[in-house]
């Protein structure tokens, strides 16, 4: 184990050197990725070396205790099991960050949001979403951009499509993909009855160029009127547009944007981030399961998590986690629900590890 911490650590101190060196700073690809590598490896650095100081604590302290009497004896050895439990401490978490790292770790995300079973309720539960994240970012401190939206006829979004930029951003979103359940008594309901509904979530991580090359003869591309909002401007100009990628089927419409240039730009981005997931579910047959599992049917039986308004209930059925906090959960207050699964994750790792 001892030398692995130390190849790790001269690894770290050969990024640190090259994130000066003019051939990594003139090529922006190879910056990002290191400047990348660098910000997920410093926490491991950091618990390295204070889990040698901790034991040279606790060998410090030993020492002096076998050399003294008395109530300096015992002041010593309180130090020295400190510095043990403080060792303890710091072994666990060094187990944690010496899993492996995930390569989508620091990348912006990208999330769709869709109204499934359930009507226009569903659609206004996929509003409900769609604002909870955005409020979740806000505390995280992420940038949130919308970059598409469908709005349906009593406010809510047929679909969505947001990008979260922040360093922690997947890490944090990872988990909520897949369909969303909620009980409640909907705007729609004139006799007051709880019905249920549903809405999709799928999350990917935002493509670079660089990860997924795109031939320009597998494309399609219609351009068109955009509808809904937007005065004289939408009636006038072609400035929708839908890519449609020949080999795989997929379809990206974008219209929000003013400009036909940058509707293509925002429709090329998510198209690029669903090839990129496309190809990496299969390279990996059970993260291709899993991305199955995030968009099931979107039915009501089928659910990662249930919304109930009249207990005021928020549950993950993966991991059988129950939050009495719904409204809270609502309004961006999601950590202790990330938090459950995050602990969970880390859980099967180490036990898969050992």
Known sequence: MNGRLESIERDYTE????????????DQNRLREASRKYKQLTPLIQCIRDLRDAKGDAEAAK???????????ESFRAEAAAAEARVEELDELLKVLLLPPDPNDGKNVIMEIRGAEGGEEANLFARDLMEMYQSYA??????????QEDGSEMGGINQATLMFSGDDAWSRLRFEGGPHRVQRVPATEAQGRIHTSSATVAIMTEAEEVDVEIDNNDLQIDVYRASGAGGQHVNTTDSAVRITHKPTGLVVAMQDERSQLQNRARAMTVLRSRLLKLRQDEQDAAASLERRAQIGGGGRGEKIRTYNYKENRITDHRIGFTLYQLQAALGGELDPVVDALSADLRARQLANNE
């Open 63 to 73: 020492e002096l205790m076998n050399e003294t009497s008395g109530d300096e004896r």
């Open 138 to 147: 806000t505390k995280r401190g992420w940038k949130v951009e919308v970059i």
């Open 15 to 26: 990024l640190e050197v090259s994130l000066g060196s003019p051939e990594v700073l003139g």
